[in-house]
């Protein structure tokens, strides 16, 4: 087996994504089958070769140090599901 | 038992660029939130970063000032992780293409030795090697409230440069003087406002403690909320003395991420439960990598401004400065630049040292001014200076007089005649207040035909006391001599 | 009837003073009026707004470009102060506060914004089955899928509710649609086209393009999008030639490829059929084609399905309740805020592939899974590179079957990842691909020919694609007729 269910537990965690028990069940046979079948690429020898993570040969692409206008902060916060004075408000965040 | 104590610094410096790294809105501090942000550092959905320039420059000017190896290629990557202050659930942040690797920085280190009352202080040089520095972004800046959190992104995508020690410091001392010594170099470049409360600069500290003979490292604790250099300090001595506490127990350190509470001079676990990273770095895709061409290392190098160590030997070399005190005026670098703006304006470099160590900076300090705000000309400085040399007023005077000039702004010679401070030569005038002072102090001009020659420095006293120090303290002391040699 | 011409001949009616746009946007408005319901291929449609958008034309802006003419946009393009929702519930009732760059371009040339078209969520599919808008229906058979992810774009051309469209494809979204829809859709090559605005599925992958009626079509439409866009580090500072007059020169000489393992099993029998008769089409036009291989296309789903969902895992992290989109109402905490706003947000298909990337980019398997599948990237890119020494272009077919029937594959994830076989490795090596109409199905579905270029040689695909179309009459055959 590629992926077990407590795999699928911890990486949906990571992902912030509760899942039901059926959820958990369900996903963990269909990314096992997926990942069966990408187990395909271990058939290549690629110790050689360089990833592309780019795949256009671009670099160095910069702007200028120069100021533009920012949003207007009604635009900034219309969309907010919760706010207050202008701020984006969420359930209080322990830190200390 | 003997430990050594191991740490490292972890440093977040906000560049000083007029626009954030990847969008064009405005860095400046204190505005109202969420008026300095676009759907970029927003990371509203469909945005797109494009990397400021400036900000690559800034960060190659230090990554060249703490004798790093810049990389040829560098590349950004995505940092995952869950957080309201993180907009876009992720960090463009570098992971393992940084700017520039492998730097150090030196400090200088007192070491005593022998006992209490002929302790001697050798200052020697140590270097802290320098693991990495990179370039991300900032994240926003949270508020809590009773039941709530509160959020403002306008510090959201402020270019920041993340400098990374090794664990090469052996003492809170030594934590502290890196940083100060960083914080000059940083002042030089102009790179940075280098404030820890405005949170433009941020340290984090790893300490770790073992025993003397061991290789291995001890578990480490990582330590927040520093908000002061003496902060860090504090907490490191705070730390060595748990730990230290924790091990003569018998007792294991537990590897986590405490708070200093700077009210209690405590530090503290977080209480929130922190889960084992797992930040999933990849290749950022929507920026192209960055190849450092040559010519553009060459410009940057050949700006580089004058670095702190290098003025401090060129101080000694062409003023004739000691050490000590050359170290003192180029720490800082606007201390630097006003001696040299004195020295090119009065001819006795040592004299405007010993001036700005003691007087000048003794006003500074009382008066919590910085040396860019303060009210003194060089001008006026290097002119009350000449006026000593040519014996227009005396030092005695020239003390009070600098401050005058400080709380006037007026011009010293303005000043001497508006109050009368000149030095009084007049020998008539001179050889009235000594007999004066003669006749008031018979017991003390006896002693000194007697032959206590000490009671001559008495005599001269009340004279300068009776001219409001202005008399020529050489001159008195001539005239005294000869008159009660007469008497003789 | 002017709902069912092409941009290009209405711009001409237009020139010529004999209709108004408002004539055009009529037409549209009852055709949309008689057959959405059944089509379900639009997402936000405002009838009223777009009247108002036809209305405000200003007679100032350019005649030249696209003045007058309609235009649909996929859910996942960014539409200042519109709903944009990638028919996803997490992004519901979300209205951005800018434009993405094709928007503004084609504002500025006077393009009228009709609404927006239904898609996969987030373009996470390929039969528009999992939009929370409910699936959009092919218009050759309301009981088949129309393909995906820019389903409701190329139904929309396909049943005459627009005149042309925008689309996004990231392995195969605009292509593989046109295809089962019988229309042309046209991905550019990466950079191109700015991304800005158009929220990412996968960065390295993603790319806007058009899905009209017919090839001059894209091409007028490919040229009005394209170019560097500042706000888009990736796009590229490569000139936009004038495709509309470029394509009409012939096609004689030009090298063509066709790569074996684009017929092999499991390749329907129709498709090959069709594909084989327009090869020998092209030949008559005067090209070359000669076989190929490319040998390294059985990886490319493997490839795609890792560098896409590791991607998209992270792309898809900031729709978390905080700034836009929904939040989950019953919370506790910020934790309890993110994984009940995500589970309640997104659909099935979406939290499989989040889970799949975030899998394959974290710790102990990154090198196994993630790593490993750039590495093969660079591999398919060489069998492309290797490829274009040798030819001008490559044909195959877009998609290995004709469109399948809703519901047939849903449950099933790995077979629908395997119908973009012939699509993504476009995608992967970042070159430009065209598929156009080139036969029917004794069914009467249509099938797609793929024509893929050389990087920003979007000419070439276009010119061969020009021709043959000039040459068969497979794109001016209407469903129902």
Same mark, same amino acid.
């Given at each position: 087996?590629?992926?077990?269910?407590?795999?699928?537990?911890?990486?949906?965690?990571?992902?912030?994504?509760?899942?039901?028990?059926?959820?958990?069940?369900?996903?963990?046979?269909?990314?096992?089958?997926?990942?069966?079948?990408?187990?395909?690429?271990?058939?290549?020898?690629?110790?050689?070769?360089?990833?592309?993570?780019?795949?256009?040969?671009?670099?160095?692409?910069?702007?200028?140090?120069?100021?533009?206008?920012?949003?207007?902060?009604?635009?900034?916060?219309?969309?907010?599901?919760?706010?207050?004075?202008?701020?984006?408000?969420?359930?209080?965040?322990?830190?200390? | 038992?003997? /430990?050594?104590?191991?740490?490292?610094?972890?440093?977040?410096?906000?560049?000083?660029?007029?626009?954030?790294?990847?969008?064009?809105?405005?860095?400046?501090?204190?505005?109202?939130?969420?008026?300095?942000?676009?759907?970029?550092?927003?990371?509203?959905?469909?945005?797109?970063?494009?990397?400021?320039?400036?900000?690559?420059?800034?960060?190659?000017?230090?990554?060249?000032?703490?004798?790093?190896?810049?990389?040829?290629?560098?590349?950004?990557?995505? *940092?995952?992780?869950?957080?309201?202050?993180?907009?876009?659930? /992720?960090?463009?942040?570098?992971?393992?293409?940084?700017?520039?690797?492998?730097?150090?920085?030196?400090?200088?280190?007192?070491?005593?030795?022998?006992?209490?009352?002929?302790?001697?202080?050798?200052?020697?040089? *140590?270097?802290?090697?320098?693991?990495?520095?990179?370039?991300?972004?900032?994240?926003?800046?949270?508020?809590?409230?009773?039941?709530?959190?509160?959020?403002?992104?306008?510090?959201?995508?402020?270019?920041?440069?993340?400098?990374?020690?090794?664990?090469?410091?052996?003492?809170?001392?030594?934590?502290?003087?890196?940083?100060?010594?960083?914080?000059?170099?940083?002042?030089?470049?102009?790179?940075?406002?280098?404030?820890?409360?405005?949170?433009?600069?941020?340290?984090?500290?790893?300490?770790?403690?073992?025993?003397?003979?061991?290789?291995?490292?001890?578990?480490?604790?990582?330590?927040?909320?520093?908000?002061?250099?003496?902060?860090?300090?504090?907490?490191?001595?705070?730390?060595?003395?748990?730990?230290?506490?924790?091990?003569?127990?018998?007792?294991?350190?537990?590897?986590?991420?405490?708070? /200093?509470?700077?009210?209690?001079?405590?530090?503290?676990?977080?209480?929130?439960?922190?889960?084992?990273?797992?930040?999933?770095?990849?290749?950022?895709?929507?920026?192209?990598?960055?190849?450092?061409?040559?010519?553009?290392?060459?410009?940057?190098?050949?700006?580089?401004?004058?670095?702190?160590?290098?003025?401090?030997?060129?101080?000694?070399?062409? /003023?004739?400065?000691?050490?000590?005190?050359?170290?003192?005026?180029?720490?800082?670098?606007?201390?630097?630049?006003?001696?040299?703006?004195?020295?090119?304006?009065?001819?006795?470099?040592?004299?405007? =040292?010993?001036?700005?160590?003691?007087?000048?900076?003794?006003?500074?300090?009382?008066?919590?001014?910085?040396?860019?705000?303060?009210?003194?000309?060089?001008?006026?400085?290097?002119?009350?200076?000449?006026?000593?040399?040519?014996?227009?007023?005396?030092?005695?005077?020239?003390?009070?007089?600098?401050?005058?000039?400080?709380?006037?702004?007026?011009?010293?010679?303005?000043?001497?005649?508006?109050?009368?401070?000149?030095?009084?030569?007049?020998?008539?005038?001179?050889? =009235?207040?000594?007999?004066?002072?003669?006749?008031?102090?018979?017991?003390?001009?006896?002693?000194?035909?007697?032959?206590?020659?000490?009671?001559?420095?008495?005599?001269?006293?009340?004279?300068?006391? *009776?001219?409001?120090?202005?008399?020529?303290?050489?001159?008195?002391?001539?005239?005294?001599?000869?008159?009660?040699?007469?008497?003789? | 009837?002017?709902?069912?011409?092409?941009?290009?001949?209405?711009?001409?009616?237009?020139?010529?003073?004999?209709?108004?746009?408002?004539?055009?946007?009529?037409?549209?408005?009852?055709?949309?009026?008689?057959?959405?319901?059944?089509?379900?291929?639009?997402?936000?449609?405002?009838?009223?707004?777009?009247?108002?958008?036809?209305?405000?034309?200003?007679?100032?802006? $350019?005649?030249?470009?696209?003045?007058?003419?309609?235009?649909?946009?996929?859910?996942?393009?960014?539409?200042?102060?519109?709903?944009?929702?990638?028919?996803?519930?997490?992004?519901?009732?979300?209205?951005?506060?800018?434009?993405?760059?094709?928007?503004?371009?084609?504002?500025?040339?006077?393009?009228?914004?009709?609404?927006?078209?239904?898609?996969?969520?987030?373009?996470?599919?390929?039969?528009?089955?999992?939009?929370?808008?409910?699936?959009?229906?092919?218009?050759?058979?309301?009981?088949?899928?129309?393909?995906?992810?820019?389903?409701?774009?190329?139904?929309?051309?396909?049943?005459?509710?627009?005149?042309?469209?925008?689309?996004?494809?990231?392995?195969?979204?605009?292509?593989?649609?046109?295809?089962?829809?019988?229309?042309?859709?046209?991905?550019?090559?990466?950079?191109?086209?700015?991304?800005?605005?158009?929220?990412?599925?996968?960065?390295?992958?993603?790319?806007?393009?058009?899905?009209?009626?017919?090839?001059?079509?894209?091409?007028?439409?490919?040229?009005?999008?394209?170019?560097?866009?500042?706000?888009?580090?990736?796009?590229?500072?490569?000139?936009?030639?004038?495709?509309?007059?470029?394509?009409?020169?012939?096609?004689?000489?030009?090298?063509?490829?066709?790569?074996?393992?684009?017929?092999?099993?499991?390749?329907?029998?129709?498709?090959?059929?069709?594909?084989?008769?327009?090869?020998?089409?092209?030949?008559?036009?005067?090209?070359?084609?000669?076989?190929?291989?490319?040998?390294?296309?059985? @990886?490319?789903?493997?490839? @795609?399905?890792?560098?896409?969902?590791?991607?998209?895992?992270?792309?898809?992290?900031?729709?978390?309740?905080?700034?836009?989109?929904?939040?989950?109402?019953?919370?506790?905490?910020?934790?309890?805020?993110?994984?009940?706003?995500?589970?309640?947000?997104?659909?099935?298909?979406?939290?499989?592939?989040?889970?799949?990337?975030?899998?394959?980019?974290?710790?102990?398997?990154?090198?196994?899974?993630?790593?490993?599948?750039?590495?093969?990237?660079?591999?398919?890119?060489?069998?492309?590179?290797?490829?274009?020494?040798?030819?001008?272009?490559?044909?195959?077919?877009?998609?290995?079957?004709?469109?399948?029937?809703?519901?047939?594959?849903?449950?099933?994830?790995?077979?629908?990842?395997?119908?973009?076989?012939?699509?993504?490795?476009?995608?992967?090596?970042?070159?430009?691909?065209?598929?156009?109409?080139?036969?029917?199905?004794? $069914?009467?579905?249509?099938?797609?020919?793929?024509?893929?270029?050389?990087?920003?040689?979007?000419?070439?695909?276009?010119?061969?694609?020009?021709?043959?179309?000039?040459?068969?009459?497979?794109?001016?055959?209407?469903?129902?007729?």
């Amino acid at each position: 087996m590629a992926i077990n269910r407590d795999t699928v537990k911890y990486t949906a965690n990571l992902a912030r994504i509760e899942l039901s028990d059926k959820e958990l069940e369900h996903f963990t046979g269909q990314l096992d089958r997926i990942l069966a079948y990408v187990d395909k690429l271990n058939t290549l020898n690629v110790s050689d070769l360089e990833p592309t993570s780019h795949v256009l040969d671009m670099k160095n692409v910069y702007r200028d140090d120069v100021v533009k206008k920012s949003l207007p902060v009604a635009d900034v916060i219309k969309n907010a599901p919760s706010k207050e004075n202008n701020l984006f408000k969420v359930p209080k965040i322990i830190e200390t | 038992m003997d /430990y050594e104590i191991v740490i490292g610094l972890e440093v977040h410096l906000q560049l000083n660029t007029k626009s954030k790294v990847f969008c064009g809105c405005s860095t400046d501090f204190g505005s109202a939130p969420n008026t300095q942000v676009c759907p970029v550092c927003l990371g509203f959905p469909g945005s797109l970063p494009v990397l400021n320039r400036r900000a690559l420059e800034l960060g190659a000017k230090v990554s060249i000032a703490l004798n790093c190896q810049i990389a040829e290629k560098i590349r950004f990557d995505r *940092k995952n992780y869950f957080y309201p202050d993180l907009p876009k659930g /992720y960090q463009i942040s570098q992971f393992d293409q940084p700017l520039a690797q492998h730097g150090k920085l030196s400090i200088i280190v007192g070491n005593s030795r022998g006992r209490s009352l002929q302790k001697i202080v050798d200052k020697t040089e *140590k270097k802290i090697r320098i693991r990495r520095v990179h370039l991300e972004e900032d994240t926003g800046k949270l508020f809590h409230q009773k039941d709530s959190s509160l959020i403002d992104f306008n510090r959201c995508g402020i270019p920041l440069l993340e400098i990374v020690s090794e664990p090469d410091m052996n003492s809170p001392e030594e934590a502290y003087l890196y940083l100060t010594a960083l914080k000059s170099i940083l002042e030089y470049l102009d790179v940075s406002d280098c404030n820890m409360e405005e949170a433009s600069l941020r340290c984090d500290a790893n300490i770790s403690l073992r025993k003397k003979a061991d290789k291995k490292l001890g578990t480490k604790t990582e330590i927040k909320n520093m908000n002061s250099f003496k902060g860090v300090k504090a907490a490191l001595e705070y730390e060595t003395k748990r730990q230290m506490g924790l091990l003569e127990d018998g007792k294991r350190i537990i590897q986590e991420t405490r708070l /200093y509470n700077t009210e209690k001079g405590v530090t503290e676990p977080m209480r929130s439960k922190e889960e084992a990273h797992d930040y999933r770095y990849f290749p950022e895709p929507d920026l192209a990598p960055f190849n450092f061409e040559k010519s553009f290392l060459k410009s940057i190098e050949k700006n580089m401004p004058e670095l702190p160590e290098h003025k401090k030997n060129r101080f000694i070399k062409d /003023y004739q400065l000691s050490g000590y005190d050359a170290g003192i005026i180029v720490s800082d670098k606007n201390t630097a630049d006003y001696f040299e703006k004195c020295a090119s304006l009065y001819s006795n470099p040592k004299t405007i =040292a010993n001036w700005l160590i003691g007087d000048v900076f003794a006003y500074m300090k009382a008066n919590n001014v910085s040396i860019k705000d303060l009210n003194l000309k060089e001008s006026y400085l290097s002119g009350m200076l000449r006026m000593i040399d040519s014996g227009v007023i005396t030092g005695k005077v020239a003390k009070t007089l600098l401050i005058e000039i400080i709380q006037t702004g007026k011009d010293p010679g303005k000043l001497i005649k508006e109050k009368g401070l000149e030095q009084i030569s007049d020998v008539k005038l001179l050889e =009235a207040a000594t007999d004066q002072v003669i006749a008031e102090n018979p017991k003390s001009a006896e002693d000194f035909k007697n032959g206590k020659d000490n009671a001559i420095m008495f005599l001269v006293g009340k004279v300068m006391q *009776k001219t409001k120090g202005r008399a020529d303290p050489n001159k008195v002391n001539e005239i005294l001599r000869n008159k009660l040699k007469g008497d003789a | 009837m002017l709902n069912t011409l092409t941009a290009h001949e209405l711009i001409n009616l237009l020139s010529k003073g004999d209709i108004l746009p408002i004539d055009i946007c009529n037409s549209i408005i009852n055709k949309i009026e008689k057959q959405e319901k059944s089509l379900n291929a639009l997402a936000h449609f405002d009838k009223e707004k777009a009247l108002e958008r036809c209305k405000n034309l200003k007679e100032s802006v $350019n005649k030249g470009g696209l003045w007058g003419i309609p235009i649909f946009i996929k859910d996942n393009i960014s539409v200042k102060d519109e709903l944009t929702t990638c028919s996803s519930k997490i992004l519901k009732g979300f209205k951005p506060p800018y434009n993405a760059t094709v928007i503004e371009k084609l504002i500025d040339i006077g393009a009228v914004l009709m609404g927006k078209t239904n898609m996969d969520e987030f373009a996470f599919g390929s039969s528009t089955e999992t939009s929370c808008y409910g699936p959009t229906r092919n218009p050759w058979d309301l009981e088949r899928i129309p393909g995906g992810s820019s389903g409701g774009s190329a139904a929309a051309v396909a049943g005459d509710e627009a005149i042309f469209s925008l689309g996004s494809d990231t392995g195969g979204s605009i292509r593989q649609p046109a295809s089962l829809s019988g229309v042309v859709g046209l991905k550019p090559t990466y950079g191109r086209v700015s991304r800005y605005g158009l929220i990412a599925f996968a960065s390295s992958l993603d790319q806007i393009g058009p899905i009209t009626k017919d090839v001059e079509d894209a091409a007028i439409l490919l040229k009005a999008i394209s170019g560097r866009d500042e706000m888009d580090s990736t796009s590229a500072d490569i000139p936009v030639s004038d495709y509309v007059s470029n394509i009409k020169k012939g096609i004689k000489g030009l090298k063509i490829g066709i790569p074996k393992e684009y017929f092999i099993e499991g390749v329907d029998k129709e498709v090959k059929g069709s594909i084989k008769l327009a090869i020998e089409e092209l030949e008559k036009l005067g090209a070359v084609c000669e076989d190929t291989s490319l040998p390294h296309t059985e @990886y490319a789903v493997s490839v @795609y399905y890792l560098v896409a969902t590791a991607e998209a895992s992270s792309n898809l992290a900031r729709f978390d309740g905080v700034q836009y989109g929904m939040r989950s109402e019953n919370i506790t905490s910020i934790i309890d805020m993110y994984k009940k706003t995500r589970k309640e947000g997104f659909g099935d298909e979406a939290k499989r592939r989040i889970i799949l990337g975030t899998f394959a980019l974290s710790s102990g398997y990154y090198d196994a899974y993630y790593s490993k599948a750039l590495k093969v990237r660079t591999l398919i890119k060489i069998d492309f590179d290797r490829a274009f020494e040798k030819f001008d272009a490559i044909v195959t077919p877009t998609s290995p079957t004709a469109a399948f029937k809703i519901g047939e594959k849903i449950s099933d994830p790995l077979t629908m990842y395997l119908s973009d076989i012939f699509t993504i490795s476009a995608n992967l090596a970042g070159i430009p691909g065209i598929s156009i109409p080139c036969g029917f199905t004794k $069914n009467n579905l249509p099938i797609g020919l793929q024509i893929l270029g050389k990087p920003f040689d979007e000419e070439t695909i276009l010119r061969i694609a020009w021709n043959y179309e000039q040459n068969t009459e497979w794109h001016k055959r209407k469903p129902g007729s």
